[in-house]
């Protein structure tokens, strides 16, 4: 008798919770990046566009949702990403912030869209802090992060050799984490580091700090910036003959963006860590293609543009789960962590309790022009690091959503 | 860290040269303009970059090198300077500097948008030409080629145009026509048609100093955008419109970033400006400006 009573009541509760839910399939999705700067290429229009790609690919749009993509620039600058982002949540009712590039403003993001119980997709930004001390219950980290970062090229630097130091650091949030977590790589696998300089974003002009890290004789010259710092940067190390003088460059963030916009003479070689590249299998290039197209520049997705569809994806998924209501951020992830991850350009993963999405990182180095088959035909795969080694594990977490 | 390195200071001094020799040609061009013309011209960043993608475009759609491109593009660019200013500078010409400042400033926003939007912001590759690659070990530091030939070229030409303003007739003429415009045509001079071509001579000249660069940076649409404001600071600590003083400026403050880049990192993108509002409260037309 109990038992009856107790499955009429939950069956009285679902249908009218669905009823109550049912009004509510209105989703308005943020794309919050640099859409003018260093990052604009690597984030920017691309993301919006992989944004779009998402909703129309999730196919709720035909099930009866509204969904509706609108885009911001954040310049690059906390005071102004955190600004958008409250008046995206406050005023103009936005569900979900997807991308954000550049960890300074990341991080301030996090903060707010915690605050206003959002949902939060990172996709651009570095900082591994994002799910470590700065965790929260409404923040996904997608695409990469400076502990792959450093894992993935610090260590097979090192391994091949490279023991020795020194950092050329972007100096905010991400460069400082890149090169903390960077650091405890090399520390750990017997190498050191013999010094760093921390350089002001956006600098078009590296000769001076090439020159210091050249005088250190480090074997290494670790770049931890992003960009179009990292660009200026490898080329003019090129002139200044670093590289053919004995020293390694160690780009520990490039984006295909970045190998392009240096051609395969100067970029040849680099060893690099990314999630995505577009000719990885044949889903990748089939994304890649109907991309492309649509990009006013023709360029192909970067692993960011990737992170930003796919996280997206995964989103849509767990809203139909929910069957709507996507304004109560928090339990929105809740469901999208509880639900395994399955997209065309990361395969299957997990969401972790920390925020953290977990799938393979891989090692890439840069083709030479001549094994270069085509037009962005760029890397070869030297390693996969597998999905368990990729991000901090679990037990050395600082989130305090880790129950130990 | 305070263990001051000689060699390392004197890499870091001749760096700095190497820099300041791009402050110089930029804030020339600049001084030229307001000099001469009265212009505030905040579009020469965004025309510096074009000088760089008519670089690019030469070598990639002509097939036509650096050295082509080191004498076509300036004139190019220079030409399309005069556009501007026959369409658009010729109707604000004697409003007050206000108007020409935001008139050139949207122009600089149009044409980054424009690049922007058709070649993204990471930019396109540009080699150094083969005869300029490779360097010399001098011992303190490795100077690359092309880097002593930027020095070099950019002295050649802030002094070609120091004297062609200061000591030809051409330059006399011009330096009067700034004076007294009626008087000057009075004499049967044609003015508008000197201040047309003085505007195309200081676009042609950071047309010039983008082609210089372009090796170097990347040919990226906010190239300019990043080198402006610093070179409106020397054009400032200079004094505004002081041809002699823009070049020598230009030099000097290359030389401070660069030492800061070595005692300071973090501070070097600031420490021109911070010089700026010392030299203003200390004397506020600039180094070497004559009161007005």
Known sequence: ?404 | MLGINTQALFGQLLLGLINGSFYALLSLGLAVIFGMLNIINFAHGALFMMGAFCAYFLLTWFDLNYWWALVLAPLIIGAFGIVIQHTLLRRIAGLDHLYSLLLTFGLALIIQGVFLNYYGSSGLPYAIPTALQGGTNLGFMFLPNYRAWVVVVSLVVCLATWFLIERTRFGSYLRAATENPQLVSAFGINVPLMITLTYGLGVGLAALAGVLAAPINQVRPLMGADFIIVVFAVVVIGGMGSILGSIVTGFALGIIEGLTKYFYPEASNTVVFLLMVLVLLVKPTGLTGKAA
Request: aromatic residues 8%; hydrophobic residues 40%.
């Open chain 1, 1 to 404: 008798m109990l038992r009856t009573r107790s499955i009429l009541m939950f069956s009285v509760a679902m249908a009218l919770s669905t009823a109550a839910f049912a009004q509510d399939k209105t989703v308005k999705v943020g794309n919050l990046s640099d859409q003018s700067g260093l990052y604009s290429d690597l984030g920017g229009p691309g993301s919006t566009l992989a944004a779009q790609m998402a909703v129309e690919d999730s196919g709720l749009v035909a099930k009866g949702w509204k969904i509706d993509v609108i885009s911001g620039d954040h310049q690059n600058k906390p005071d102004v990403g955190t600004n958008i982002a409250r008046q995206w949540l406050d005023v103009d009712k936005v569900d979900v912030i997807v991308d954000v590039p550049s960890s300074g403003v990341a991080l301030a993001v996090n903060t707010v869209v915690r605050e206003k119980n959002g949902v939060f997709l990172n996709s651009g930004a570095a900082a591994s802090d994002l799910t470590n001390s700065q965790c929260s219950p409404n923040t996904v980290h997608w695409t990469y992060d400076t502990y792959l970062l450093a894992n993935g090229t610090g260590k097979a630097v090192v391994k091949a050799g490279g023991d020795s130091w020194f950092f050329l650091t972007a100096d905010y949030a991400f460069g400082a984490a890149l090169e903390r977590d960077t650091t405890a790589v090399i520390n750990a696998n017997g190498g050191k580091v013999l010094g760093a300089v921390r350089h002001p974003l956006n600098t078009s002009d590296f000769s001076s700090f090439l020159l210091q890290a050249q005088s250190s004789k480090a074997k290494v010259i670790g770049l931890a910036n992003a960009g179009g710092d990292t660009t200026n940067a490898i080329k003019q190390a090129a002139e200044f003959g670093i590289v053919s003088g004995g020293q390694k460059l160690a780009a520990l963030l490039l984006f295909i963006t970045d190998v392009h916009s240096l051609g395969l003479n100067v970029a040849q070689g680099l060893v690099f860590t990314e999630t995505f590249y577009w000719d990885m299998n044949d889903q990748t290039r089939a994304f890649s293609k109907r991309f492309s197209e649509r990009m006013k520049t023709k360029a192909p997705p970067s692993m960011v543009h990737a992170g930003v569809y796919a996280s997206l994806i995964h989103y849509f998924k767990a809203l139909e789960a929910l069957g709507g209501n996507p304004h109560d951020g928090a339990k929105v992830v809740a469901k999208m962590k509880e639900m395994p991850t399955d997209d065309p350009l990361f395969g299957k993963g997990v969401i972790r309790i920390d925020g953290r999405k977990i799938h393979p990182g891989y090692l890439f180095e840069v083709k030479k022009p001549s094994e270069s088959k085509g037009p962005w035909d760029y890397y070869k795969l030297i390693a996969t690091i597998p999905a368990e080694e990729a991000f901090t594990p679990l037990s050395q977490s600082t989130c305090p959503l880790v129950k130990k």
